[in-house]
């Protein structure tokens, strides 16, 4: 790699390096990621990368020093991958607009420190040293073998969403969308032994009771790392509600 002329921080990733193959530089559990320049900001205002939705990969991309394989990350990891970009480029402040949850239906502009931000809290002893959970479906019994997505994995779930929501048009279910049933396809590795795709779409599609899917669901968010996007909103009067933290548009165009 060229030597890199832009000063540099080294972020910690909520995983800990722990889900990645030991070989892998994310093993360490940390990333090395430069500042934003002016070519950096060349790239957020692309109107042809944010057409088409890959803006902020893209900008992420440019920033990561780490030599590493960017499908590879986490979900998670990318997740603080990208708080730590944003507040090294434009710093920690970052107004939001919030509904008042003493007064439904009133909005209320606040600043939060993105530097506050807090990684989830998570069964670490489900935990191994790899990307592999076992689980027993609570319901039909089965055993199975998930994982945790990567930035990969969401973009091949993405385009084939896309390519799914065009069939249902042709066959007349405009507006279904096979989201949840696609993130299984993907999040199972195998079940009770077998790891052919064929057999775990089929498994997904005819046999997976919608209990056993929410189970799995909250047996993944258990396990998964991630930053907790939520922070704690005081409001006038003093009382404190903790209060889901929303990434809008302006979050890298605080300008905008």
Known sequence: MAEVKFPTEVVDLPSQGLLYPKDSPLSSGTIEIKYMTAREEDILTSQNLIQKGVVLDRLLQALIVTPCNYDDILIGDKNAIMI???????????????????????????????????????????????????????????SITFKLLTHGDEGKIAEEVKALKKNFKTRGYAG??????????????????????????????NFLLAKDARELRRRYIAVQPDVEFKFIHTDEIGREEEVPLAIGLDFFWPDA
């Open 84 to 142: 730590a970009a944003r507040v090294m480029g434009y710093g920690s402040e970052y107004k939001v607009e919030i509904e008042d949850p003493y007064t439904p239906g009133e909005k209320q502009e606040t600043t939060i420190d993105l530097q506050t931000l807090r990684d989830s809290e998570i069964e670490w002893d489900l935990i191994g040293d790899t990307n592999a959970f076992d689980f027993e479906l609570p319901t039909g019994k089965r």
């Open 176 to 205: 279904v969308d096979a989201q949840l049933s696609t993130r299984l396809k993907y999040m199972i590795t195998s079940i009770n032994g077998l790891s052919e795709k064929k057999d775990i779409r089929e498994f997904v599609d």
